[in-house]
């Protein structure tokens, strides 16, 4: 390798961890930081061809789905408005694919991993400081975020973070390392942000991951059934001292809530235009239009004001846009990653494999009540995780070999 070609993978490499270290703090500097990146990864590129090794299974549901999609561009009634919504969602992988093809040493990996880590730690502490800051001040009907002003966004960001550092908190090198007490402080802070963030998926999905992450790597019934109880007197309390919470929980189970009865309108509107459309879909990009325009009921118009930019879930939205195949190739390639991830974690037992099936599984939760896939910076941000996941999987195999 020239000199010339090390210095330009040096570069590459340090603008990657300043978009991590960015990524949720400012979106705008960030992604002017990844266009930077991806420039010089251009240039690199065509200097010398790049050798790498990828994972066939991952790599071949991202291109069927991202495939049949740009597909769907061309049959499509407005082909400008589904190429710039495919191009929406193409440039997510950009950082994807500079992670993937010029972090591939054990430290470049992890430093890069720990520089999304911190990223995510300081919004979460400056959303928990403006938390108690409304407190203080008596603000009970609060939903707060961090930096960013995206509610929804802010929950995809701490439902990334929360299952790997509550994965962390087991690890034994970070044990050995002292690290431990610098991970609970993250995980505590972090938990105390899902709270006052209010996002309802959020708790939900949590609630489901957290204590099967402590199942899966306790396997103790009564340290579990314990800590299970100190958990819930913890959430309780915090509940006790917060109306805004019991109102939260609360409304999970009421009907009249103006929020329970528009995704349950919308669900049911976008129903009918799916059966309407069914193979084809309406077109990438033109949910928004058709929806609110064709299908939209009266009743939903008076009960919300504005315009439903889509369906409140990535079966739904995707289904309508893409049709049925592309909605597969959508499933096709998330439980694609869920099964490989648990099927290397039962085989393995490496903590990374878990990481990933949780976090997954969280953005999948989260897609049943919120577009998820439609949060153009989360899922940045989690397809820069399975980069950091592939490359850490042929590390973790270099040194199986070396054994």
């Not at 291109?63 to 710039?84: C, H, N, R, T, Y």
């Not at 309407?276 to 009960?303: A, C, Q, T, W």
């Not at 099964?339 to 949780?358: A, I, Q």
Request: positive net charge; contains cysteine; glycine residues 6%.
């Amino acid at each position: 390798m020239s000199s010339n070609i090390g210095k330009l993978d040096r570069y590459i490499y340090i603008i990657i961890c300043l978009f991590a270290v960015t990524s949720c703090i400012n979106n705008v500097i960030a992604n002017n930081i990844l266009a930077i990146g991806v420039l010089l990864g251009i240039i690199r590129c065509y200097k010398e061809r790049l050798n790498i090794k990828i994972y066939k299974g991952y790599i071949q549901a991202i291109l069927i789905f991202f495939g049949f999609i740009f597909i769907s561009i061309f049959v499509s009634p407005d082909i400008l408005k589904s190429s710039k919504e495919f191009w929406r969602y193409f440039n997510r992988m950009f950082a994807f694919l500079l992670i993937l093809f010029f972090a591939r040493e054990k430290k470049q990996i992890l430093t890069i991993f720990f520089a999304f880590l911190l990223s995510m730690f300081i919004n979460n502490l400056y959303a928990a400081y403006k938390g108690a800051f409304f407190i203080y001040n008596g603000v009970q009907n609060m939903r707060i975020t961090g930096f960013e002003n995206g509610i929804i966004i802010f929950a995809g960001h701490l439902l990334i973070m929360l299952p790997i550092l509550f994965i962390l908190i087991f690890n034994k090198q970070i044990k050995n390392k002292g690290y431990l007490k610098y991970i609970l402080l993250a995980f505590i802070i972090s938990f105390i942000a899902l709270l006052e963030n209010g996002t309802r998926i959020a708790w939900l999905a949590m609630g489901i991951i957290l204590p099967l992450i402590f199942i899966l790597k306790v396997q103790n019934l009564k340290k579990i059934l314990f800590t299970g109880c100190i958990g819930l007197l913890f959430v309780g309390i915090f509940v006790y001292m917060s109306p805004f919470l019991q109102t939260r929980l609360y409304s999970f189970i009421d009907y009249k809530n103006t929020s329970n009865q528009g995704h349950y309108m919308i669900a049911r509107d976008s129903i009918e235009l799916i059966k309407d459309n069914p193979i084809m879909g309406v077109g990438l990009g033109r949910y928004k239009e058709v929806f609110n325009e064709e299908y939209r009921s009266e009743e939903h118009f008076r009960l919300e004001d504005g315009f439903t930019p889509h369906a409140h879930n990535n079966t739904l939205t995707l289904w309508a846009e893409t049709g049925i195949f592309g909605c597969m190739t959508f499933w096709y390639m998330y439980l694609s990653f869920l099964y490989y991830s648990f099927r290397r974690w039962l085989k393995e037992k490496n903590d990374s494999d878990l990481m990933f099936f949780m976090i997954t599984l969280a953005t999948v939760l989260q897609g049943i009540t919120d577009y998820s896939f439609g949060l153009n910076q989360v899922v940045k941000i989690y397809f820069c995780m399975l980069a950091i996941y592939l490359n850490y999987q042929i590390y973790e195999k270099q040194v199986e070999t070396i054994k």
